[in-house]
């Protein structure tokens, strides 16, 4: 263990105690470039560079879609996650894509 940094021990222990931390802040990330694009985001789209998007809620798959309408050629969404009906109860079900 000694030859792994502090701070590189310190992330790790957090990963492994805190894993939902993890996924929101990958989440963010996500939603963020989805929703928001910077202009070096918009410059690689405008090059074509398309950008895969993985496990969003179907809901926020089609909101994108709808008002990024533009983008779309620049968008892929794989492991979308279908949530069950209100009161229905149970996991959500992810799409099989057939990407691993």
Known sequence: MESIP???RNLAGLIAVFPFVVTVQAADWQ??????PGPAQRAAEARGSVHIYE???AG???DAMD???DRIQNMMFIRIHH???SGAGGDAMIEDDGCD
């Open 6 to 8: 502090a701070t590189a």
């Open 31 to 36: 939603l963020q470039r989805l929703m928001q």
């Open 55 to 57: 496990s969003l809620e």
């Open 60 to 62: 926020l798959v089609a």
């Open 67 to 69: 008002s990024h309408f």
């Open 83 to 85: 949530l069950p009906g």
